[in-house]
């Protein structure tokens, strides 16, 4: 038997173009796609604070949902949202949160290693999601309600959507990241993602979303990321970025924009971007990273699900009884509680009156709605988490 092979199937360092790809990028940004934007900078997509009242209505909120995917598809891939935090005060709250994390792991002699710096140069917190929500669940509910994060999360990667969270403060001198694509393949070297079919290459970007909210002040001398817009659309970037020339070309067309404490910046993983220099004297650059993986793919950090839910539990009845609007108090539970039915022990877990069994998210609201008190909540949590658990041995 003889097969054809297209050259489709499989992509090689034979497919990476500089021409091919500056073309790509070469591509304009224009403000008239993109009715629901207050300006273009830099060929990036600016959203103005006037977006948290177009989004509050199911019409509005749909039709900029339509707007955000195009522009991470086949837009430039970024989009900014200048005051997605309105009230900077909920930010403040937060740093001091992460702060404190911060000063814990220091004292307990552990590091956040980072992806980039020297050890001790920054400083990282990995999985900030959990850790904030034990630590200070009132802070992590007013912080997760913020909409403007569930409307881009919802439009990129659909129902149900898991959050992740990762600290990084870039302290003075902190140095530049070298241009990359992220998570999934982004963090696979040149020959292990070149094992994966073109086709997964096309797929993986579907499955995250990766977004940064500023928690200072972000001058251009204090080094915010660096963007290429349109290079997410480049089908090679996954072996592209490795080599020399995408580099050296990245660092002669990038665009960098400043951030005002409570903007945030949402982007294709597949764009080429990364940290840029702090050349302040003084300003300790603190981002809160905000990965969002789909219901259906493997998210980069473990989370603790269920001690999120049992420490929110009482923040979000207390909420609840205080009048807080539905939607808010379902971003929390979006960003903090398992969305998805899957995987499960279909022995014990099985989908009665439906197709999948009942998520803790819907158990969580299911909750809330009854009044459930906080001991039968835990044991309902527990019973659940029970429930989906292996019998092999």
């Not at 009230?87 to 404190?100: H, I, L, P």
């Not at 269920?306 to 009845?317: D, E, G, I, K, Q």
């Not at 539905?326 to 398992?338: P, Q, T």
Request: glycine share 8%.
């Amino acid at each position: 038997m003889t097969t054809t092979r297209t050259g489709q199937e499989w992509l090689s360092d034979s497919d990476c173009s500089l021409d091919d790809f500056a073309a790509v990028v070469g591509e304009t940004t224009r403000l008239e796609d993109y009715p629901h934007a207050d300006a273009v900078e830099g060929n990036v997509v600016i959203y103005g604070p006037g977006l948290h009242g177009r989004v509050a209505e199911p019409a509005g909120r749909a039709d900029v949902q339509a707007e955000l995917i195009r522009a991470l598809t086949t837009g430039p891939g970024i989009v900014v949202f200048k005051g997605a935090f309105p009230d900077t005060g909920v930010v403040d709250r937060a740093t001091d949160s992460f702060r404190q994390l911060i000063a814990a792991q220091k004292a307990a002699g552990a590091g956040g290693g980072d992806h980039f710096a020297k050890p001790g140069a920054n400083d990282r917190v990995w999985g900030a999601l959990d850790k904030l929500a034990l630590a200070h669940p009132d802070t992590f509910a007013e912080y997760y309600a913020n909409d403007i994060l569930a409307v881009v999360s919802e439009a990129w990667l659909g129902p149900n959507y898991q959050v992740t969270s990762q600290v990084n403060v870039v302290n003075p001198g902190g140095a530049a990241q070298t241009a990359h694509r992220d998570y999934h393949l982004g963090f696979m070297s040149a020959a292990e993602a070149a094992r994966y079919p073109a086709h997964a290459h096309q797929l993986t970007p579907a499955l995250t979303l990766q977004g940064a909210v500023a928690h200072c002040d972000m001058p251009l001398e204090s080094g915010p990321t660096l963007y290429l817009p349109h290079s997410h659309k480049y089908r090679a970037g996954y072996l592209a970025f490795h080599r020399p020339e995408f580099t050296a070309y990245f660092e002669a067309n990038r665009v960098q924009l400043p951030l005002a404490k409570g903007d945030a910046a949402f982007f294709n993983p597949a764009l080429f971007h990364g940290a840029g220099h702090n050349v302040s004297a003084d300003i300790h650059r603190m981002a809160n990273l905000l990965q969002v993986s789909s219901a259906f793919g493997r998210a980069m950090e473990t989370v603790d699900r269920t001690a999120m839910c049992l420490a929110l539990y009482p923040v979000l009845s207390a909420l609840k009884s205080a009048g807080t609007p539905e939607r808010s108090l379902r971003n929390v539970i979006a960003a903090s509680a398992e969305g998805y039915g899957f995987p499960t022990n279909l022995d014990l877990d099985q989908p009665i009156g439906g197709l999948a069994p009942e998520t803790q998210a819907q158990f969580v609201w299911r909750a809330l709605e009854s009044g459930l008190p906080p001991a039968d909540f835990a044991a309902g949590l527990d019973a659940a988490a029970t429930r989906r658990r292996s019998l092999a041995h």
